[in-house]
């Protein structure tokens, strides 16, 4: 159990790719940290220069007080579970999560001792016998979990652990590992991509774009208050609508490019005549009754039972695709509807994309 | 492919029989003859039945050896052959395995020279440097030895290729768990990557045993002590008996012996050759 702290650590491959930009963080103990963002955006890289197997071109990893940038992996006192579980088909699962242990000397007792409370912590000990050929894909990723959790690590690092499952078990390991990483409190770095895992399991995220960390938070601080446009559309599904627009004389509304005008929940005169992005998210437009805000012209219908989505596009704008997430039912046979936006509205400045 | 149509079995089943006739028909005439006294296969019709002679030919070629091929028993040139069979294919793969682990997970300068360089050895095959290769073995004074037999022969690009072509199939994540779990290079190589490759390993045993085991331009220059004669090439010293007619049923007895280690080492490892083969799971 330890605290990982990175400070000012960059990537840079030797053909002069800059992958990571310099990434602060503070992991405090048993804290669950989620590193989210879409593909190339160098999560993954930053997490294998955690584990040690990239280089750190620049800045400090240090894990429980100590420095470990030219540590091998094996002394980085860390356990990594990989996308593809990485088992060692030849070995029987029992070997497997034993392997790591007998290269360090232990003696063979607790070796035994440690695999199998491990296996009984994941239910897999009618399995400790069997090849992982012969396992389903959940099963498997528990073993890969029993090989990281009998090193007893500082800390736990996932890299996309769940994507190779099917949409039920996801669900369901993911509230496992999460259950699981409490009940250790092992300090957790944890890759995907899926915004939706990152929302549930993290303690705190961190949203990468373009090898930066966007914004570093939990996550009802991100969903709340994105600090940029690209933390807005990110986090939360479906995306948050973005719409440019010019916030009027005495910042009570925002007049929108395609002509409609939505009223601002906290008057902004400060702002007033500024180029924004305004930013309002699917679940938080709701029909106007009264005739105010904007008009959607249906494009497709969603129901989904519990609440519906209306895809559809600003009336005077074909391009500005707006999402509608109602809750209950909507009567079919509509083809616009008039939308206002209620509490939470976002306004980001157009040209930087940071909130304003 | 499941198809039920009778003539179609009738004819496939006549091609297979074809087949077998026309390989197994040569076979059975080298064991056939094998087992006649000298005079039935001189006489003109070749039988098609085995006769009395079994136990009393093979234990000649056993044996004493055939007087007119230099008396050298059989016995001693398939003990030859089993060694220079047996060096030539552990060697073969301890070397590939070794070559191509280092191309695959080591970065080094010129590595890439280095695998092109092994692999353009491909193209020649040994006759092409036969005599360079006696004249270094000659001046190192290994003619005459099992040494010169087979270490000539032990490089092999064929082979380091397969493995390098296998290792690469080997998921990278493989190796860096085996970094995180405390694994050397070394350890790596022999707790996975080893046991990994079983099949394939088997799978160029049954190839390399059978080209060590055939080599007979090689023999034939490096050995003119008869203690090293190998069994192919004393088949065809046989065959050139001098100031009298091929001793044919002794010849066909050592032939019959000749061929039975390559028939034991496949049969043996079948299993394990075809695995290696198809087997795409990893």
């Known amino acids: 159990m330890a605290e990982l702290h990175l400070s000012g650590v960059q990537k840079i491959y030797p053909n002069g790719y800059h992958a990571i930009h310099g990434i602060d963080l503070g992991v405090a103990d048993g804290e669950f940290i989620v590193l989210v963002g879409p593909s190339g955006c160098g999560k993954s890289t930053l997490l294998r220069m955690v584990a040690g197997l990239e280089t750190v071109s620049d800045g400090t990893i240090d894990i429980g007080g100590r420095v470990v940038n030219n540590l091998e992996p094996a002394d980085r006192d860390i356990a990594m579970v990989f996308q593809n579980y990485a088992l060692y088909p030849h070995m029987k699962v029992y070997d497997n999560m034993a392997y790591g242990l007998r290269n360090r000397g232990m003696a063979k007792d607790e070796i035994d001792r440690r695999v199998r409370e491990a296996a009984g912590i994941l239910e897999i000990e009618p399995m400790l016998d069997r090849r992982p050929n012969q396992l389903s894909g959940g099963q498997r990723q528990r073993v890969a979990m029993g090989r990281a959790i009998v090193r007893e690590p500082s800390v736990f690092l996932f890299d996309e652990p769940l994507s190779n499952l099917d949409a039920k078990l996801r669900v369901q390991m993911r509230v496992e590992i999460k259950r699981l990483q409490r009940r250790l409190g092992i300090t957790s770095l944890y890759v995907t991509h899926d915004q939706v895992e990152a929302m549930t399991m993290a303690d705190r995220l961190v949203v990468m774009n373009g090898g930066r960390a966007e914004q570093i938070g939990t996550p009802i601080e991100l969903y709340d208050r994105p600090e940029t446009t690209f933390v807005a559309t990110f986090i939360g599904s479906p995306s948050m609508n973005l719409l440019e627009g010019t916030v009027a004389e005495g910042g009570t509304s925002v007049a929108l490019d395609s002509g409609a005008s939505i009223n601002l929940p906290d008057p902004r005169a400060d702002l007033a005549g500024r180029s924004v992005t305004l930013g309002v998210r699917p679940e938080h437009l709701t029909p106007a009754a009264d005739g105010s805000g904007m008009t959607l012209r249906l494009d497709l219908v969603e129901a989904l039972g519990a609440d519906t989505l209306l895809h559809g596009h600003l009336d005077g704008d074909e391009r500005r695709l707006v999402t509608v997430r109602l809750s209950g039912h909507f009567a079919p046979g509509q083809d616009s509807v008039q939308v206002a936006a209620t509490d939470a509205v976002h306004l980001f400045d157009r040209e930087t994309g940071g909130r304003i | ?282």
């Open chain 2, 1 to 282: 492919m499941v198809e039920n149509r009778p003539y179609l079995t009738v004819l496939s089943h006549l091609v297979v029989i074809l087949g077998i006739i026309i390989t197994v028909m040569p076979i059975w005439i080298t064991f056939v003859a094998s087992t006649h006294p000298i005079e039935h296969i001189m006489d003109g019709t070749i039988p098609m039945w085995p006769g009395d002679k079994f136990f009393e030919n093979y234990a000649t070629v056993l044996g004493a050896g055939v007087a007119d091929a230099g008396g050298i028993p059989v016995g001693t040139m398939l003990f030859n052959s089993l060694v220079m069979a047996l060096s030539i294919t552990i060697g073969k793969i301890a070397i590939s395995l070794i070559a191509a682990y280092a191309i695959v997970y080591f970065d080094f300068p010129f590595r890439m020279a280095c695998f092109w360089l092994i692999f353009i050895t491909l193209m020649l095959p040994v006759e092409v440097r036969i005599l360079p290769t006696f004249a270094v073995v000659a001046n190192l004074g290994l003619l005459n030895s099992y040494v010169g037999l087979s270490l000539p022969l032990i490089a092999s690009a064929t082979a380091t290729f397969l493995f390098r072509q296998f290792f690469l199939t080997v998921p990278e994540e493989l190796a860096e768990a085996a970094r995180i779990d405390g694994a050397g290079p070394w350890k790596f190589f022999k707790d996975i990557l080893l046991p990994l490759s079983r099949t394939n390993i088997a799978a160029l045993f049954v190839i390399l045993f059978i080209y060590g085991w055939n080599q007979y331009l090689w023999p034939l220059l490096v050995t003119t002590d008869e203690s090293f004669y190998t069994i192919v090439m004393g088949i065809q010293r046989m065959t050139q008996a001098a100031e009298s007619l091929p001793l044919w049923h002794l010849v066909m007895a050592t032939t019959m012996l000749a061929m039975l280690p390559p028939v034991i080492v496949v049969v043996v490892m079948q299993k394990l050759f075809v695995k290696g083969l198809v087997e795409t799971e990893k």
